[in-house]
């Protein structure tokens, strides 16, 4: 059975980091395309960060609010995918979750589409505030 948790987020303040880890279990990670995405109240959820399949050509993705900001990486030995995220701002806050989907996803536009992706974590809050 594919199992997604999150962990690491918590409250920070403006400027600091937190280390995402998105914890899986019943499934090949490298075989899977990793994606983050949040959903702050009221709003939609929206991707952030995307990491695919492949061992051999790892390719990873960014939204424009989480480029040169956020890095996504995968630990298949021990079947964790981070998500590091640095300069933190308030509108970040935000309930952030991880999907998984079982090969490549071929386009820019997909890697953050929800429906793209099978299965999915409970999330963990991240809340950005002083």
């Known amino acids: 059975q594919v199992q997604l948790v999150e962990s690491g987020g918590g409250l920070v303040q403006p400027g600091g980091s937190l280390m995402l880890c998105c914890a899986s279990?019943?499934?090949?990670?490298?075989?899977?395309?990793i994606g983050w995405f949040r959903q702050a109240p009221g709003k939609e959820r929206e991707g952030v960060s995307s990491?695919?399949?492949?061992?051999?050509?790892?390719?990873?993705y960014y939204t424009a609010s989480a480029e040169g900001r956020f890095t996504i990486s995968r630990d298949n030995a021990n079947n964790a995918t981070y998500l590091r995220m640095n300069s933190l701002k308030p509108e970040d806050t935000a309930l952030y979750y991880c999907?998984?989907?079982?090969?490549?996803?071929?386009?820019?536009?997909?890697?953050?589409?929800?429906?793209?992706?099978?299965?999915w974590g409970q999330g963990t809050q991240v809340t950005v505030s002083s």
């Open positions: 279990s019943g499934f090949i990670l490298h075989h899977y395309t």
């Open positions: 990491i695919s399949s492949s061992d051999s050509d790892v390719r990873t």
């Open positions: 999907a998984a989907v079982l090969g490549d996803i071929y386009s820019r536009r997909g890697q953050f589409a929800a429906p793209a992706y099978d299965h």
